[in-house]
């Protein structure tokens, strides 16, 4: 009789099981591809996580990694530089859109076809990422985001305070009804662009603060991109990146600003926002 598994299976890297660094993959074995595939990281504040976030990423699945930091208090640009990526830096905090704005200016002059947001502090679960690419590239959605929240059971036993939980469930309901969507987490640090929509999409326009992410969407919406998800297991650790609170009650409000807003310009009163670049 097979054994049986109880409880879920823990969320444990492969990297720490053995101890070792990276699992390396014979060159020969790795996937040629006929797309630039760049993975932006923008960080503050990474030092104790990133490495643990690069290490589940398979070998052969990313071109280039750029990490932008956003005027970091710990050793991030050192540790970034000493496993070799390409490091921009802000010599004064921006806000997490202005972080944004700069990875991917940097990824479409690079000329990555396939443009990777993921947060480096080891939240999400990077081993998906050659998944979503792979729909980016079968021509099946436009935008592919990591939703964190296959069951309420999962996402609140990894961690999500309560009051997030149910806040993300109301947002994405509500976005989901007002944009014609049926994404399972429209707030996630995980997502995959194909070029043309950043080509598109004015984000320059977009706040410098967190609700970039969401007006990011609304766009992509507007010009009629295709927006799907994938599930992406996550983890809530104290040095994993989150706000508190008052500014996720800031967000939530902004949010249903941006969205009042693109309905807004549906209706006629226009906004530079939604205009193609």
């Not at 208090?73 to 700069?102: C, F, S, W």
């Not at 590239?137 to 436009?142: A, H, P, S, T, W």
């Not at 469930?169 to 429209?186: H, I, K, M, S, V």
């Amino acid at each position: 009789m097979p054994p049986t598994l109880v409880g879920k299976p823990p969320l444990q890297p492969i990297h720490e099981i053995f101890h070792v660094d990276r699992i390396l993959v014979p060159e020969a074995e790795v996937p040629k591809r006929e797309h630039k595939i760049i993975a932006v990281l923008p960080a503050y504040n990474a030092e104790k996580t990133l490495a643990a976030t690069l290490a589940d990423i398979p070998v052969g699945a990313v071109d280039e990694f750029v990490l932008v930091d956003d005027g970091s208090k710990d050793r991030t640009v050192q540790v970034a530089r000493e496993m070799g990526l390409t490091v921009i830096e802000h010599p004064e905090n921006r806000g997490y859109g202005g972080n944004q704005k700069t990875c991917y200016q940097y990824a479409l002059e690079r000329g990555a076809d396939i443009i990777v947001m993921i947060h480096p502090d080891y939240q999400y679960d990077s081993r998906v990422i050659p998944t979503a690419v792979s729909i980016i590239e079968l021509g099946i959605c436009d935008v592919v985001l990591g939703s964190r929240i296959r069951s309420r059971q999962e996402a609140l036993s990894c961690g999500m305070p309560v009051y997030k939980y149910f806040a993300n469930r109301a947002l994405t309901l509500f976005e989901n009804f007002a944009l014609g969507q049926n994404l399972g987490d429209f707030h996630s640090g995980f997502r995959v662009y194909r070029r043309a929509v950043l080509e598109t999409i004015p984000f320059e326009q977009n706040s410098d603060d967190f609700v970039f992410d969401t007006q990011l969407l609304v766009q992509a919406v507007n010009f009629g991109f295709r927006l799907g998800d994938i599930p992406v297991p996550v983890r809530y650790f104290r040095e994993a990146s989150s706000i508190n609170f008052r500014r996720s009650l800031k967000y939530g409000f902004s949010t249903l600003g941006t969205v009042s807003r693109w309905w807004l310009h549906r209706l006629g009163w226009k906004s530079k926002r939604f205009r193609a670049k």
